[in-house]
């Protein structure tokens, strides 16, 4: 299995934090997040990573070869040379790509400006299916990426769900949705290609495309979990007050 981590994005609600690093650089109790979710994905026997980078590319690259030798890891950097016109529609096809045309694998993929609890990346390496962790416990807003799963059927102790996406994105009506996709996710390696198609498709209609939007198509063709948080802890850092609230979840952690 290989962790992907998309590190690409320009932050520009985060400056001046993000001035001269991009996000997954940023550090908390002296680690980056980066490091701290390479580590968390280690805990589960992944020793091979692949890295997007765009924003402040050097410093990611001049960052991996001491995580390399700190944790005698593999870490392949590529790079979304047109990060700033993209979304990570893109910067996932070219993870995904590159994993379909290297051997195929199982790969667990995750927005670099994600702080979660490692029970989270636990429960996803641990299903064989395609899947996503999806927030049952949080309240919504206008600003989280909602998804309705019709068809549901649940496990015995009601963690994973079972279904087809209906809908997908932050457009959504609240009080219909399921819940809210975290960014993190895993693709099966019996799904690559057909994953890798629905990006190409994505792609063509519109670079600005989020990868997210693959998995609505994916469900209707490949059965997808989708790992419920049951209250599982865990942000994205889109803004200051969210950077707040990560430093809050990482000592809770620790701790």
Known sequence: ?????????????LM????DKPKPLLEINEVTLLE????????EDITEFIVIVGYNKEKVIEFAPILEEKYDIKVKIIENENYDTTNTSVSTYLASKYIEDNGKDDFILINGD???DPE???????????SLIVDNFKDLNEE?????????????????????????????????STGEFIGVSKVSSSDIVKFNEILEDLMEEDKQN???FAYKPLSTISPIDFVLTNGLKWTEIDDHNDWEQAQKLINEFEN
């Open 1 to 13: 299995m290989i962790g992907v981590i998309l590190s690409a994005g320009m932050g520009t609600r």
């Open 16 to 19: 001046p934090l993000t001035k």
């Open 36 to 43: 701290r979710m390479i580590k968390n994905l280690m805990n």
């Open 114 to 116: 994600n702080v979660v």
């Open 120 to 130: 989270i990346i636990t429960r996803i390496a641990e299903r064989e299916n395609t």
């Open 144 to 176: 989280s990426f909602k998804l309705i799963i019709e068809n549901e059927t649940f496990n015995e102790d009601n963690t994973i769900a079972n279904g087809t996406i209906k809908e997908i994105g932050k457009g959504i009506d609240i009080p219909s």
């Open 210 to 212: 989020y990868y997210d």
